[in-house]
């Protein structure tokens, strides 16, 4: 049989809650605001689907550079090459 190769195929251990933090995240991650030149780190909560990134921009940081609806449009580097991502709120921490 063919390997799968979805979108989240080899990030088992990645893409896990540590165990003290499972379940649903705080609705407050989901309504946070940044703005347009904002720094962002990309931390990928795994109990919301939508609107996740490739598990490849996990821990990386990223400058916002726009908006889509409810998510933003993030400018993140991936080698040499700078790619646009288009990110939920739940998945992003302000940079410190």
């Known amino acids: 049989m063919d390997k799968s190769h979805g ?3 080899k990030s088992r251990y990645k893409l896990q809650k ?3 933090e499972k379940g649903l995240s705080p609705i407050t991650r989901a309504v946070q605001q940044f703005e347009i030149g904002d720094k962002v780190c990309v931390k990928i909560d795994p109990s ?3 609107g996740a990134p490739h598990h490849k921009f996990h821990g990386r940081t990223a400058d916002v550079v726009g908006r889509r ?3 933003y449009i993030l400018r993140a580097r991936d080698g040499r090459a700078l790619k ?3 990110v939920l ?3 992003l921490r302000p940079h410190a």
Do not use: L, S
Request: zero cysteines; glycine letters at 6%; hydrophobic letters at 30%.
């Open 7 to 9: 979108i989240r195929r």
């Open 18 to 20: 540590p165990r003290r």
């Open 48 to 50: 919301v689907h939508k």
């Open 69 to 71: 609806g409810r998510a």
């Open 84 to 86: 646009e991502i288009i």
């Open 89 to 91: 709120p739940e998945h």
